[in-house]
């Protein structure tokens, strides 16, 4: 646990701001702040400390929306996309349209910004877009093919931002997706988009849910144009799960040589594997970013089922050992849970409290199961977000 806080801490929005704004920052004179995602608040304290009297605008998650002195913090719905997050999405469109081309325009992007501001196209509604979500994030999809989808049907997405204002565009950007591809992180507010509608039809059939969704959705991504435009904007990564990692490692971690990748049923068996001959006392430590097929309706997430099914798996695994597995945001899943912690003795606890495993992965229902045993892993929001990580260990 205090390897994985330091790999959260090392993620802080805060430091990664200030690393990055004094070369920017040119004097401060016109600039106007605008801040989408998980850590949206924290990065604009920052840079409002060497921007102050820079109009502010900051939409984030709850947990994460306290008033902010000099700046309008709304609060958005994630990671499904609701009424406040498309009211914040006019206040965002107003705000950067009234900004003059003798302005400039700070933009500081951190995952979760996609289910945030939903600001569907001509001929969708909030519904449609919530119902594309829901899809999406049952289907086990990854991140890319997601915001891929998410992109050709909103106005602010995929590079959405920039053409909404003739001002220049900075934006410093705390990565949540693997590879740290800009065009992922938040759907790209101010990059290009990640590919065609298209290809997003394309994605969406080979997920099987194309045929499930509103024949608007379809609708719409026929009228949607193959190319849009997107102007020019200096984008520059501040902060990223590889730093994390590496915070870690510096802090007598081993590089665990999987990545938390893919369907958490394989990465656990992936991960099972790289830890068959890991030294006693010495952490391993695994960064990314898995996806869950849903198939129940249960409480639960990623890294919580993640670590169930490496304990399942890990039955046969010899000595003592312990598995953790969280969020850097501090939230996994629908939940408060940050994730998930188990250990050689999981599998027996379980069992001893009449629980049974493969019924609860069946119903996607980790919480309750973690919760009885004990392996909850609870932090609360952390004001960042630069996907998961994970730490296995082997003690005497």
Known sequence: MELLQLGVRAADPRAAVDRALPDLADGGKGWHIVAVGKAARAMTQAALAHLPGAPALVITNRGNDMPLAGATVLRAGH???DQDGLSAARQLEEFLSAIGPDDRVLALISGGGSAMLPAPVEGLDLADLQAVNAALLSSG???????????????????????LTPAPVAALILSDVP???????ASGPTVAPIGTPA????????????????????????????????????????????????????????????????????????LLHAVQDAPIGVPLVFGGETTVRLTGKGMGGRNQELALRFARHARDLPGNWCFAAMGTDGRDGPGDAAGGIVGHRTLSALRDDGID??????????????????????????????????????YA
């Open 357 to 394: 495993l493969d019924d609860v992965l069946r119903r996607n229902d980790a919480t309750p199961a973690l919760r009885a045993v004990g392996g909850l892993i609870m932090t609360g929001p952390s004001g960042t977000n630069v996907a998961d990580l994970a730490v296995f260990v082997r």
């Open 179 to 185: 590879d740290d591809d800009l065009r992922v992180v």
């Open 141 to 163: 999809a990854d991140i890319t093919r997601t915001n891929l989808v998410r992109q050709s049907l909103d106005r602010l997405k995929g590079g959405g931002w920039l053409r």
């Open 199 to 270: 290809l997003a039809r394309q994605a969406m059939q080979q997920l099987g849910i194309w045929d499930g969704l509103p024949v608007r959705v379809h609708d719409a991504l026929d009228r949607a144009e193959v190319t849009r435009d997107t102007p020019a904007a200096r984008n520059i990564l501040v902060g990223s799960n590889g730093i994390s990692l590496q915070a870690m490692l510096d802090a007598g971690g081993q590089d665990g040589g999987a990545a938390l990748t893919g369907d958490v049923e394989e990465c656990a068996l992936t």
């Open 79 to 81: 990671p499904q996309p």
